[in-house]
Structure formats: C-alpha cells, structure tokens
T-cell receptor, first 113, second 111 residues
Framework: DVKVTQSSRYLVKRTGEKVFLECVQDMDHENMFWYRQDPGLGLRLIYFSYDVKMKEKGDIPEGYSVSREKKERFSLILESASTSQTSMYLC????????????FGPGTRLTVL | SQQGEEDPQALSIQEGENATMNCSYKTSINNLQWYRQNSGRGLVHLILIRSNEREKHSGRLRVTLDTSKKSSSLLITASRAADTASYFCATGNNQGGKLIFGQGTELSVKP
C-alpha cells in the first residue's frame, strides 16, 4: 500500500513565523504535490514537483515555497505565516503511467493566529 | 483553475438508497477520477475512467463518462451510513500528473 505521511495533523503558529510542512511518501513516486483546501473553494494546487530538485508553481504559489532534496520528501514552507494561510494542507504523490492517480496524506490543519 | 464542477453540492439520503453525483468539466481530458474524503482527512482514490471508456464498475460504484457533454456521474448503489463523506471528481490531461479537482459533493447517508 502506498503511504503518504505528513509531519503534523494539527499545527498552530503565530503571524510572521516561518512554517515547515513535511510530506514523505514510500512508493518511489516521481510526482509530489501540495494543495490547500478551504470551504467552498475545493482543492487548490500550490506547488508540485516532477523530480528531485524540480519544482513548478501551481495556481496559488504566492507566500509559499517548496523544497525537494530527496525523492521521497517534499516540504512546503510558509516564509512568513499570515492569518490568510489558515487552512487544511494536503500532500499527494503519483507516478507517471498509473493514470495520474494521486495518493494523499492525512492532511495538516494549520491555524495562524 | 476550476475544471470539474460537482452537482449537487450536498446530498442527503437514507441507507439503502442510491446516490448519484455529477461532474462537469470544460477542457479535453485524458481521464477522469473520483475521490472520497472523510471529514478532516485526506482524499482516497475510488475509480478512474479513461476518455475512451463510457462506463466502469467497481463494487457498488458505477461511473459513466460522456465526453461529448463533458460530464461524468458517480452512482453509489445501496448506500450505507459509512458512505457519508465528500466526493470529488478530478480530471487529468497528461499535464505531468496534474489533476484539477472540483469542489465536491457532500453526501450524508442517514441510518
């Protein structure tokens, strides 16, 4: 079974703090994704990565950056957290040739005070 | 960018009834997928239908795809309380694994 884990289920941070969200997958998937999910807005893609050290902006990259130093790990960084970044963050991974099926982690609910 | 749009936004039924959710999309696709999300959790892949397929079954799930109408439907037969969740459609078009998700249908199955 594919397993995607995220470093925290719940996280509370203060405005201006630097926040790291970690995602690890154990299936040697090439592709990894970060989404945020907000009521009424569905899932919105923040960043994705096709390979180690490769990254591409998604639909809402502003205020975020990512790092992929190892194939299994994809980190989302909030350089200076703001209250507007309070959300559910979901990580996913996939492999080419499997119909783009994505496997999701359990999510991190981030609250910025 | 919004691609899939589910209809209805919310659906409430009794156990044993069938639940039908619809998804419409705007651009050409390679495949369409349905995912399920239990409250406060990650999404779980349910079923994938390719653009050259019209219907697919998996257990109590039946998915149809009409590429001429750019729409898909997910039917859950003989629903159970445990089917209570949000259901999302997602479209893929060979853009490096990217999927575009709709806003979801919230299904409530009452015992």
């Amino acid at each position: 079974d594919v397993k995607v884990t995220q470093s925290s289920r719940y996280l509370v941070k203060r405005t201006g703090e630097k926040v790291f969200l970690e995602c690890v997958q154990d299936m040697d998937h090439e592709n990894m994704f970060w989404y945020r999910q907000d009521p009424g807005l569905g899932l919105r893609l923040i960043y994705f990565s096709y390979d180690v050290k490769m990254k591409e902006k998604g639909d809402i990259p502003e205020g975020y950056s990512v790092s992929r130093e190892k194939k299994e790990r994809f980190s989302l960084i909030l350089e200076s957290a703001s209250t507007s970044q309070t959300s559910m963050y979901l990580c996913a991974s996939s492999s080419p040739g499997v119909g783009d099926t994505q496997y999701f982690g359990p999510g991190t609910r981030l609250t910025v005070l | 960018s919004q691609q899939g749009e589910e209809d209805p936004q919310a659906l409430s039924i009794q156990e044993g009834e069938n639940a039908t959710m619809n998804c419409s999309y705007k651009t050409s696709i390679n495949n369409l997928q349905w995912y399920r999300q239990n409250s406060g959790r990650g999404l779980v892949h349910l079923i994938l239908i390719r653009s050259n397929e019209r219907e697919k079954h998996s257990g109590r799930l039946r998915v149809t795809l009409d590429t001429s109408k750019k729409s898909s439907s997910l039917l859950i037969t003989a629903s159970r309380a445990a089917d209570t969740a949000s259901y999302f459609c997602a479209t893929g078009n060979n853009q490096g694994g990217k999927l575009i998700f709709g806003q979801g249908t919230e299904l409530s199955v009452k015992p």
